[in-house]
């Protein structure tokens, strides 16, 4: 790979012919149009949100130094910024009053209403540029080792880079456009932000079962998602018809692992709603999030609920006494093994290789209280079941 180093591209050239698209997704544009500030596999902008927009300005204005800017050169006279997107997109945004600046009074300042000096001084910035040629691949994976400046990529956003093509494009304009009318529907299923691809990514994980590489390099050169969309979306209306109430613990469950094992069951929306209400209302169901998966399998697997009945002060107090008891009978303090034929008929067990255990299910209505308490081994207590 051949690098060039420029150091005579001010500002002022970079932003000449600055397009900012507020829609996601789409191409932004410097250097006269010779310069794709955000190819297909850039990141959305996300200074913006996170507010370094003003540092990036305030730097320049001190002449502090903003970091190396590398452009992959695709053309005789076209490049594409592969890393600095954000930092001159905030510069273009700048120039054409899309936000302000606190001068030193404090005050919010746009671009077009600073002294002539600093707008000067702004524009004639000189900025550190490396000129990068090489095949595709040498590219993409130095693009993938660069990952310097900014806010690091995180690993869908690296993916949509090591992938990108038509696929990835169509799949952003979908999934990863914070205006699409969807994201608040599916915000009650999926969790993160569609600017950090996570529902591009929760899309991918659940139509590939998990291999989004493998997915993607197959799909690289299609020129649809219809695959991608349609079984996410199937997913989406399979968890809403069967939950009707939505939930905040719904929130980031593996939904698409969840329809293939249960789509097939049919459930009643109604009898499931008064379900989930009475599980979120019991105070001994600790993890919420395992309720839905609990009641899609049948209400059997109790470990999902992570059901914690005793509290510490209780399991200690009916433990010194069983144990103090045992030792005196010469017999173990589990009253499973107590009964048994091997070895452990007589183990004192210590405090932490014990478990307690409703005497009376929990099911069945026994009480939560210290007389209906007993601790067994983790053995035992396992073989009964956590009630
Ligand atoms: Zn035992």
Known sequence: ?????KTNITVKDICEGFVYNELEGKGLFGLSGKLTIQPEYQRNYIYAEENREDGVIESVLNEYPIGLIYFNKVGKDSFEVLDGQQRI??????????FAVKDENGMPQIFGNMAIDKQKKIIETKLLIYECEGTESQIKEWFKTINIAGVPLN???LLNAVYSGPFVTKAKEEFSNSQNANIQKWSAYVSGSANRQDFLECALYWVSKGNIGDYMSKHRKDKNIDELKKYFNIVIDWVSSVFVDVEAEMRGLDWGRLY???HRTAYNPDKVSSQVKKLYGDPYVYNKKGIFEYILGGSIDKKLLDIRFFNEAVKRSVYAKQTAKAKKNGKSNC???AIGHDANKSKIWNYPDMDADHVAAWSKGGATTAKNCEMLCKTHNRAKGNR
Request: charged content about 25%.
């Open 260 to 262: 293939e094992t249960h």
């Open 89 to 98: 997109t905030s510069l273009g945004r700048f120039i054409t009053d899309k």
């Open 155 to 157: 690993n869908q956003e």
């Open 335 to 337: 009253s499973n093994c």
């Open 1 to 5: 790979m051949k690098t060039t180093l």
